[in-house]
């Protein structure tokens, strides 16, 4: 028989044991499972580093080409850009002025707008609506197309200030749109974190879990395949022809898999998707552009599955030809890096520059989690001799059968365990991380909640004219003050407005400047000067006058705060419509304390909930796979106990000893690690640690319900069991 006709009857003979095999349909399953889920993990991540080049290149095309940057281009056009914030997310407005050889449009828009017009994108239309964007903006001349934005999703307006609103002092001049290098200077990308952040989230929240779950359904039912494998080393099949048996046996459910994840992808290929909870959308053009990378993930992932296969397998050649279970060699590598993973991820903030401590974190964290079942394993390799030990002095059936099953075939506990602890490692992640963004917007949130739109802030301050034509086109029950900020020595804040608005706030009208007490002043102003730092102990002054002539002083700061007659909700859009057709083409009208990059920690927040969602998801699922196969075994190897203790209690014993204990122990050891891990981000917000007794209580309860599984599985089994020739 030549080497290939061996080969392939080999293949067949694996094929054929796929479905007979011990726990043969359910790692069949997980294989097909797991392949397709690790072929959408890495395609997405192939998917998200298409779609960030394509949203960087299409940022280029519509840059400004600066003629402070290319002096040698005229000026054809006058650009300036300013934020915005729509739904709780930052976006771009665009103030564009072509001059009498304008350039052509930039991408996306059919033609210049005229003056007091605005082009805005399908997104920002849906969110915010016509009224408030053409209050806002001025007329709508048109929807951006997706070819000029990021992403489909994206918030952009284009508008042309009316023509008495231009100021070329607040402008700079172009030659046209298109750059070749760098980022780009405008685009959601900057209101969000960056490629490298997000692709480490996307390694420790999916691709780890994912790859756990590979592993899992790799060594799903091997008891019985370990014993197949020693058996054909005896009859002298070298490593090739294992390996071509066991992947004879696996081939079926991989390339099913991959299918399943080919047809997963092809929407992507085909429509924009939007994503759950983030708002975002992404683009087809982007994933089309990724087709041959795409086509290489597809070849490439069920090759590497069937390579962990093969290599989990028994590498020890048999010493005899009786057909017995062979451990395999305990690898140490995990019980040396683990601890140095562990030391690197706590001290990363104090060894790593500032822009990569997210980065290098996330991959030492990662590394951590990789190396746990690992430490893991040896844990409950040395507890299992223990716990028999003490079973046969006590006399306890069930501890010492617990312990010396342990013992013998720790990997079945280590497998349950790494998966309970890998998911808990992920769930605090996600608890410490929002905890951390949402500290660092509360106090803007917070803000919002108890004032709404009860009290807005104006910038800038202009000329006495233009603050006196704002004044004039405000509502009859909006009313202004103005505010001059001084922040040399101590600081001092100056109130200054006409007798409507200072009684509107409960001060008397008197020209002369009055001393203000922060802890008396009306809950409306007083929010409003915690806002600009009143509230630690700056001098606050107020008196009449008028509010347009506020002369400006050094190191001082100028602006307009606005509030409604008796407490009401101003309407912010109108407001912003009108100072900027009368203020000044930058005029902003924001929240007492403004965005603060709040959209973008919230942004973070949702991809962070969404991924981990993901995560956790792929890990309980392999942990319920890895259950089955192993509570499988469980019981039939507990089975014939059946005929010597009847009843359920040895078994009920056997499973709380080697399930129970095991499990209760690494989730109350899990919690602690995984909160001393995010010790680096409790350092830069802190999180309330009582969030733990719910997650400790949730891994006690999963823990819990293992070993009840475990224990009716084996019971069911003894009741099936019959003695055979075996």
Known sequence: MTAGTLARQLWRIGASTAHRA???RIRAWALALATALLTLAVGGLVIADASYDGREHRTLERSPRLTTAYPDEPV???WRWDPAEADGLAYDVIHLEPLADGPAPPPGVSRWPAPGEAFVSQALLDASGEDALVARYGRLAGVIDPSGLEAPGEFLVYARPAADMVDRSLMRGISGFGETIGSGVLGEHLHHYGKGEFLAAYAGFVLLPVALLVAIAARTGAAARDRRTVLLAALGGGWSARACCTAGEAARPVVLGAAAGVVALLPALCVDLSFPSTSFILASGDVRGAVPLLVAVVLAVPAAVLLVTVLGEPRRRARATRPTAVRARRSTWSLWLFPVALLFTVRVVDLAPPDMVVVLYASGYVLVLVTLPGVIGACVGLLGPRLAGVGRRQGVAGLLLAGRRMAAAPRTVTRLVAALVIAIGIAVQLQVWTASLTAAAQGAVDSRERLGTGVLRVA??????RVRAFQAALPSDVHALAVRVRTEGRGRVELVGDCPALREVRIACDTRPRPLAFGAAEPRLREYLGGVGAAG??????RAGDAARLPDVA???????????????????TLSGIARRHLALSASVDYVLGGGGLGKLTTAARWLRLLSTVGIGVVCLGAGIGAMADFLRFGRELAPLSVVAPGG???GAVAGWSLLLPTALASLAGVGLAWWLAAPIRSLAPSDPLGLVTLTSGALVCALALTAWGAATALREATRWRPVGD
């Open 537 to 542: 102990g700056m001098e606050v002054v107020v």
């Open 555 to 573: 190191n001082s700061g100028r602006e307009l705060v606005l509030f409604g007659a008796g407490g009401r909700q101003l309407p912010l859009d």
């Open 22 to 24: 011990e726990a043969g």
């Open 76 to 78: 054809r056009a006058l």
């Open 460 to 465: 800038p301050y202009a000329g006495p004219d």
């Open 649 to 651: 209690r040895l078994f």
